[in-house]
């Protein structure tokens, strides 16, 4: 029954006309333009540089992989591959790579798609959520990473205790950056 | 501070809502400025105030032939928006109102927003995401108006 009335009744509301002869939908395009404009340019340049610092880390993150810390041995495998903490190094390292490019993958749909006033809705945000969480993820990973290696190489004496755990520390410092400075956007984009 | 000034309107609106019908209607002046001004800025403890005690005040229309309602959607005030349907007076006579231009409420949801909406969202783009919301909560709401006014002469 709602829905044979629907089908009258919906139309009239939705198609009605103001007297400068425009129906809701075409007055919101009409409206809403420059900010869907606005909205594309805000959407590219946040796109383009994050594309550009998730490319860096899967670089840097690709290459690690083959120059481990310690360095192999003849026949190529790692020298440190028995110790715990080179095999979580690994993960982390990989993980950083997986993350980074899920996230330049994002961003470069962000980048090639086609802005429509509908766009903004779901599917932009959504992307934009992905790729910033992603690229986040890629970069605690990375510092995890880059902490781990000092407790590889540095072994014995007082001074090889303290120094991976100060690195350790100051790794942690830009990750926390990065999760305040992008919070309050990421927060928005779920709301 | 605020707490003090919302209690003084408490007491206020107490007192003034002893007299008659014709006095608070001149109170209020043929556009009932107070109300429309707050529910511009999104004052919703006020309104909550008023309204809550004298729910007819959400029929009072401005001098563009416009509710509270009206206003409330094209100043993009969620607050008051959610607050006035939460009352649930009978709302929907309102959501026929239009305003001397022939805008409806789907036409005021599209028309641009003030500036102060959008201030506290970061990024255009999160803007039009907000914009959009907006425009689809307004459907809905126009729509379910519509179904339950039906609904209810088709028993």
Sequence with gaps: MLQEVEKIVQPQFRESKNK?????QSLFIENHETLRKEGEDWMRTTADSCSLVAALIATVTFTAAFTV?????????????????????AIADAFSLF???????MFLSILTSRYAQEDFLRSLPRKLLIGLSALFLSIAFIMVAFALTFFIVFKGGVPSISIPIIVALLAAVPVAGFAFGQFPLLMTSIA | MQDQALKLVGKLWGEMTKMNYQEISRFFG???????AATEIGNIEFIAILIGSYPDLIWKVNEDGISIFHIAISNRQVE?????YEIGAIKDLLATYENKEGNNMLHLAAAEPPPVSLDQISGAALQ???ELMWYKVIITYVNLEFYELIERHLK
Excluded: H, W, Y
């Design chain 2, 128 to 130: 039009m995401q907000r």
């Design chain 2, 30 to 36: 043929s556009p009932a400025q107070l109300l429309f």
């Design chain 2, 80 to 84: 008051v928006f959610n607050l006035i």
């Design chain 1, 99 to 105: 993350s980074s490019s899920i996230a330049m993958l």
């Design chain 1, 69 to 89: 810390p310690g360095g192999n041995e003849d026949k190529g495998t790692p020298i440190f591959q028995r110790k715990a903490v080179f095999v979580i190094f």
């Design chain 1, 20 to 24: 400068a002869g425009k129906t809701p």
